[in-house]
């Protein structure tokens, strides 16, 4: 008997067993018993449980790569491989369910499986004529190591004989994932568009849209964000013939004060001249460049109005005594009559 004829007749055996009995109830003499072989040789040759699930999976990897397509399409080759993988799970299929029943609640044996279908995954696409190196290769592996687990819940429930379902779950699979490699390949060869033609003196300033500035702060005042200076700048110094109170910030108006009263008869008195508060000095105060200053406005004299005295003639009695009622007294004038005071207050007496 062969080796390859020895470790197919264990590994059939071992499954059988498994199918009967569990997963977790087989080893490799109990299987090497059930197949009439050697316990010794066995021994020698798988020194685990877990050396029978690595020899199924090349058994499996040597019966898809068997006389394997050259030509066609890469995903119709990929197809032929994969089901002629699924064809050696359907031979063991009781015991390869009870293998993954156990998977679940076994994780060294799921790990182990796991790396070892990936490196299967990788033998598939290198029949299928796609040279899986490199960080491409790791993307492809995995992406067919998506597919083949997609497939296998498929044939965990595709109760028919010639596995049809499992067949349209690796097809639909096969070509989204043949769509986004073109998606992909498309991205990466397709040049980015060129930059926009520049024209004459591009990159120059546009007379007609200058760019954004700050204004500058007013004379005498400190940039916003600084602290006022002690004294004013020489900038701020008002020049010569205009009053220092002008640079000055505003005092606050002084109170109001009422006009004196204007008395109705006798001399009208001196105007006299408002009393003029002299401005306080306040140093300035930092003023954001927005703000604008108040206009001080002095406050206006005005001058009292005098009121001249009317002048009344002296009545004179006629000799025949006072007129009888009834008529008004007769008035003679005076000889020399004095002169008028209804001239206004400003002309001078002749």
């Known amino acids: 008997m062969s080796d390859t004829d020895f470790d197919t007749a264990l590994v059939t055996a071992a499954f059988r067993l498994a199918g009967d009995e569990g997963w977790r109830s087989i080893n490799v003499a109990k299987a090497a018993r059930a197949a009439g072989l050697s316990v010794a040789e066995a021994r020698g040759r798988f020194p685990s449980r877990t050396a029978i699930l690595m020899r199924f999976g090349r058994l499996a990897d040597q019966a898809a790569l068997l006389d394997a397509p050259d030509d066609g399409p890469v995903r119709d080759r990929l197809f032929d491989l994969l089901m002629r993988r699924f064809d050696v799970l359907q031979t063991h299929r009781a015991g390869v369910k009870a293998l993954l029943r156990v998977l679940p609640t076994d994780p060294p044996t799921a790990l182990l499986l796991a790396a070892a279908t990936r490196r299967s995954m990788r033998w598939m ?22 597919i083949w687990l997609w497939a296998v819940r498929a044939w965990e429930r595709d109760e028919s004989e010639d ?17 986004l490699a073109a998606w992909l390949q498309v991205r990466r060869t397709v040049p980015p568009p060129p930059p926009p033609p520049m024209s004459d003196g591009a990159g120059e300033l546009d007379p007609a849209h200058p760019p954004p500035f700050d204004p500058p702060p007013p004379a005498g005042l400190p940039p916003p964000g600084l602290p ?50 002299p401005p306080t000095a306040t140093p300035p105060t930092a003023t954001p460049p927005t703000a604008t200053p108040p206009t001080a406005t002095p ?13 009344t003639p002296p009545t004179t009695t006629p000799p025949g005594g006072p007129p009888p009622a009834g008529r008004p007294p007769a008035t003679t004038p005076p000889a020399n009559p004095p002169p008028s005071d209804n001239r206004p207050f400003n002309e001078p007496i002749a």
């Open 125 to 146: 696409l290198q029949g299928a004529g796609i040279n899986a190196t490199g960080p491409t290769g790791a993307l492809q592996e995995r992406g067919l190591l998506a």
């Open 163 to 179: 596995l049809s379902g499992t067949m349209a779950a690796v097809d639909s699979a096969l070509q989204r994932a043949d769509r």
């Open 228 to 277: 006022p200076p002690a004294s004013l700048p020489p900038s701020a110094t008002p020049p010569s013939g205009t009053s220092p109170s002008a640079t000055l910030p505003a005092a606050p108006p002084p109170a109001a004060t009422p006009p004196a009263a204007t008395p109705r008869s006798g001399t009208p008195p001196a105007a006299r001249p408002p009393t003029a508060k």
């Open 299 to 311: 406050p206006i004299a005005t001058p009292p109005t005098a009121t001249p005295p009317t002048a």
